[in-house]
């Protein structure tokens, strides 16, 4: 696909995985979580599902008004594509928070295969192999965390609030009491979201990374002539990574924005609120 990069292509890639039907899904990875060996992973596109209209065509969300059985359907061809089955699927209940739960066998099918058992949770971490960790996405950023010593993987979703937060730190706290993580030795991934250029923000919302990041204010954000700012989740995402010892070689940042790309990725600002929400997908794999 033509993919409008804000980076250099690389850090992440796409592959186009073929299914029973002769149909095929395209899917995006990161090379260096793949080359681990230890996990099964992707972020989706909007392309390569049944839905249609506004939510055309992978819409992966139960809850933004598309046919319960198209929504079905593209999990489905997910499953497919990766290999698993709807019931190894651990969904998250995002609300904008820094909560992290540790998910296991008992949470098996969480929010497809059954009802959602747990809320208010944007983090999921676990070291139990066969649960595909599942995070869903419009712009928000997606940050994964891959532990090749332990082998441990959390999956984070992290909007301006999360990152504020510094959900990522989060996420790597909760893998080192759970886990006996080490943050140098962490892989970690800033998945596809909205750019700089794309996402504007009121001046209470630069405040508070004002607060937060103290001397990194040129970094993250800069103020225009109409009042309001231009606001770097990206860069203040790694920054937190970096803050909390994850080594800058050990990073990967897809380069890829949501809002740069409202035909292939659903945005929320692209699309002023009509849209379906995209999925980021980790699971750790079985000891060969």
């Not at 009121?202 to 009042?227: I, Q, T, Y």
Request: glycine residues 8%; neutral net charge; charged residues 25%.
């Amino acid at each position: 696909m033509d993919f409008i990069w804000k980076t250099e292509p690389g850090a992440m890639k796409e592959r186009s995985v073929p299914l029973k039907d002769g149909s095929v899904l395209p899917l995006l990875y990161f090379p260096m979580l793949q080359q681990t060996g230890l996990v099964r992973h992707c972020f989706t596109t909007r392309q390569g599902g049944v839905s249609t209209g506004m939510f055309s065509s992978l819409n992966l969300s139960f809850s933004r008004g598309d046919k319960r059985e198209a929504v079905e359907e593209n999990f489905r061809r997910l499953a497919e594509a990766l290999d698993v089955s709807k019931e190894q699927f651990v969904f998250s209940d995002q609300t904008h928070t820094t909560r992290v739960r540790r998910v296991t066998k008992g949470d098996a099918g969480n929010g497809l295969a059954r009802e959602k058992s747990f809320f208010d949770t944007d983090g999921l971490i676990t070291d139990e192999p066969g649960l595909m960790l599942s995070t869903f996405y419009a712009d928000c950023v997606p940050l994964y965390f891959v532990d090749p010593v332990h082998r441990a993987i959390g999956l984070a979703h992290s909007g301006w609030r999360g990152t504020v937060g510094r959900m990522g730190r989060a996420v790597i706290a909760s893998m080192k009491r759970e886990f006996n993580t080490r943050p140098e030795d962490l892989l970690c991934a800033v998945g596809p979201s909205i750019c700089q250029d794309c996402y504007e923000v009121s001046r209470d919302v630069a405040e508070a990374f004002e607060k937060e990041f103290p001397g990194h204010e040129e970094a993250l954000f800069f103020r225009k002539e109409n009042g309001k700012y231009q606001l770097d989740l990206w860069r203040a995402n790694a920054l937190v990574l970096e803050e909390a010892g994850v080594k800058k070689e050990h990073m990967a940042l897809a380069g890829l924005c949501t809002c740069c790309n409202p035909s292939l990725l659903f945005s929320h600002r692209a699309s002023r609120g009509k849209r379906g929400n995209l999925g980021a997908f980790l699971m750790l794999e079985e000891r060969k």
